[in-house]
């Protein structure tokens, strides 16, 4: 089985992927107002073709081995996902007209807080908790997961084992 590194996540490394916005500490956003309530606007945007309201849901999931058994793309749509309680391994490969090539993925240590959007056609996954369970903000126009989600098993031989 092959094996690939998590490392950790940056503007650059993130970029042939999508876009990644530190939410939940703000850096070089520009805040609006002062203490005890400043408003950090445009962040980070996604870019959804979709003319469907955008929709918000949470994805659970549990401490697990950290291996790729599976991808998948939307054609239309970027997502958006968002670690709400703790660091996660998130998987990422470029887009490509559907053709899994498990090759070319990549893992990234995602901190809790920082929001990362997939471009439209780029393969991904559930993420991987570092802790024991932890959730995530999903971000989809509305019913992707129906008409927009293209999702391959890989092989058994095309397994890939993420390491920290």
Not at 4 to 17: D, S
Not at 57 to 74: A, F, P, T
Not at 121 to 140: K, R, S
Not at 149 to 154: A, D, G, V
Request: proline share 9%.
């Amino acid at each position: 089985m092959k094996t690939i590194k998590a490392i950790p996540v940056t503007q650059e490394n993130w970029a042939p992927y999508g876009y990644l916005a530190d939410i939940a500490s703000p850096k070089r956003a520009y805040g609006m107002g002062s203490f005890p309530c400043t408003f950090y606007r445009d962040m980070v945007l996604a870019p959804m073709a979709s003319p469907s309201p955008i929709a918000f849901g949470s994805l659970k999931v549990g401490k697990r081995d950290m291996v790729i058994k599976d991808v998948e793309y939307h054609t239309a749509a970027s997502e958006v996902m968002m670690p709400f309680d703790g660091d996660m391994v998130m998987y990422v490969g470029p887009a490509n007209g559907g053709e899994p090539e498990p090759d070319k993925l990549e893992a990234f240590i995602i901190p809790k807080g920082t929001m990362v959007i997939f471009r439209a056609g780029a393969w991904h996954g559930a993420p991987f908790p570092l802790e024991d369970n932890g959730t995530v903000l999903i971000c989809l126009p509305e019913r992707t997961y129906l008409n927009d989600t293209n999702k391959i098993l890989l092989n058994e031989k095309d397994y890939i084992r993420i390491e920290l």
